[in-house]
């Protein structure tokens, strides 16, 4: 079984573990670099990029997971999102290693939160149903990345650069186990090009 690491700092990673079980993956709580001993690839979960970023800096996890998603498939989903971007507006980049630019809170507070049907290349059947909790957007993209997903106002929500993914969603939040299935696919290698 494919071993499956989950960034276990702070945010929804316990809803990414039961997706990865339901799609036949082992998840793993990652929280120390020991514990990216051996897996295939990561999800970083939505939570608060800041947070998440200061406490991995804090217990010494920061370097080696950025070392890990240099070479290893790793999917960053909003706040996950975030740390993986070469640019922040406004802010300095976390782990900065996908050619998006992301500006943070693009739609607003909390109370803004929505969902909304996304055809994302790649799957099969009907839009996925996105949730959208204080997102991100993926205010632009480099050369090297493909745009998966977009809004209907064309704003970009879901990319890919090689083994890097990135979403600006919460697909852990609904039963669609689509987008897991679609990462599980990127590790085994199956999906090596989009
Ligand atoms: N607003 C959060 C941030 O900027 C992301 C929100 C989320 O992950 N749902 O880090």
């Given at each position: 079984m494919l071993k499956i690491g989950v960034l276990?700092?702070?945010?929804?990673?316990r809803e990414h573990a039961l997706m990865l079980r339901q799609v036949g993956a082992e998840p793993v709580e990652v929280?120390?670099?020991?514990?990216?001993?051996?897996?295939a690839g990561i999800i970083m979960p939505g939570g608060e990029s800041t947070a998440i970023s200061r406490v991995a800096k804090a217990t010494g996890l920061f370097e080696p997971l950025r070392e890990f998603c240099t070479t290893y498939p790793a999917w960053g989903t909003c706040a996950g999102a975030i740390l993986l971007a070469r640019e922040i507006e406004g802010e300095a980049p976390h782990l900065?290693?996908?050619?998006i630019r992301v500006a943070r809170n693009a739609f607003g507070r909390q109370i803004d939160s929505f969902v909304a049907p996304l055809n994302i290349k790649g799957l099969i059947g009907a839009p996925l149903e996105a949730v959208f909790i204080r997102a991100p957007i993926i205010a632009s993209a480099g050369q090297g990345v493909d745009v998966l997903a977009t809004l209907?106002?064309?704003?970009?929500?879901a990319a890919r650069q090689g083994h890097l993914l990135a979403t600006s969603?919460?697909?852990?939040?609904?039963?669609?186990t689509r987008l897991h299935e679609y990462f599980l696919d990127m590790v085994r290698g199956a999906r090596l090009v989009v």
């Open positions: 276990a700092m702070q945010g929804d990673f929280r120390t670099p020991e514990d990216l001993n051996q897996l900065g290693l996908m050619d209907e106002d064309g704003r970009i929500v969603f919460h697909p852990e939040l609904t039963p669609d």
